[in-house]
Antibody, heavy 129, light 113 residues
Framework: QIQLQQSGPGLVKPSQTLSLTCGIS??????????WNWIRQSPSRGLEWLGR?????????DYSESVKSRITINPDTSKNQFSLQLSSVTPEDTAVYYC???????????????????WGQGTLVTVSS | DIVLTQSPDSLAVSLGERATINCKSS????????????LAWYQQKPGQPPQLLIY???TRESGVPDRFRGSGSGTDFTLTISSLQAEDVAVYYC?????????FGQGTKVEIK
């Protein structure tokens, strides 16, 4: 059974960096069969995918253009977890942040990406001074 | 970016009656190489993360009751709850995983009439 456990502060000051961690049990951040994602949810923006990291011979990261200049998602193989860092936050970054797993399979040369099948519990992050 | 538009935004259905939610995609999410629609449905209850119900447009996730049915192809999709139960009160989202950025519909709130 795969479980994702989020940790990190719930209050961040404007202009500072939001940092969250997602611990993985029942799977591996080094797996070639999964991607590890960050998603946020707010009343104004709905559910918004922020980015992912995944391993295929080496680690890759993809980011949404909306946050690309401010975001870093990194794997931590020693702790089997991955992290989110979002810099220069403003009150518009206030949201519930989720980590989530998406499976990847292979059919010949085709990589078949799947939906988000396991989610963390969510962390409400408020950006306020 | 692929835009997903759900309709209606909310609906109230009597217990035991059918609930139907539509999701229209701005682009085709059918991948010709494997003939799969990269469209999923989630259920979200207050204070909880979204829970995967349906993937590949019509495949139920393990443990999901068979009153939940997904259908459609290409750009038009439907989630049907055949006989609404009290525990189905929630917000439902469609989601495309055909392209990055991954995107979601705006959600449909289902309530009991």
């Amino acid at each position: 059974q795969i479980q994702l456990q989020q940790s990190g502060p719930g209050l961040v000051k404007p202009s500072q960096t939001l940092s969250l961690t997602c611990g993985i049990s029942g799977d591996s951040v080094s797996s070639n069969n999964a991607a590890w994602n960050w998603i946020r949810q707010s009343p104004s923006r709905g559910l918004e995918w922020l980015g992912r990291t995944y391993h295929k011979a080496r680690y890759y990261s993809d980011y949404s253009e909306s946050v690309k200049s401010r975001i870093t998602i990194n794997p931590d193989t020693s702790k089997n977890q991955f992290s989110l860092q979002l810099s220069s936050v403003t009150p518009e970054d206030t949201a519930v942040y989720y980590c989530a797993r998406s499976p990847v399979s292979k059919a010949g040369l085709l990589h078949i990406w799947g939906p988000f099948d396991n989610w963390g519990q969510g962390t409400l992050v408020t950006v306020s001074s | 970016d692929i835009v997903l538009t759900q309709s209606p935004d909310s609906l109230a259905v009597s217990l035991g009656e059918r609930a139907t939610i539509n999701c229209k995609s701005s682009q085709n999410v059918l991948y010709s190489s494997n003939n799969k629609n990269y469209l999923a449905w989630y259920q979200q209850k207050p204070g909880q993360p979204p829970q995967l119900l349906i993937y590949w447009a019509s495949t139920r996730e393990s443990g999901v009751p068979d009153r939940f049915r997904g259908s459609g192809s290409g750009t038009d999709f439907t989630l049907t709850i055949s006989s609404l139960q009290a525990e189905d009160v929630a917000v439902y989202y469609c989601h495309q995983y055909h392209s990055t950025p991954r995107t979601f519909g705006q959600g449909t709130k289902v309530e009991i009439k």
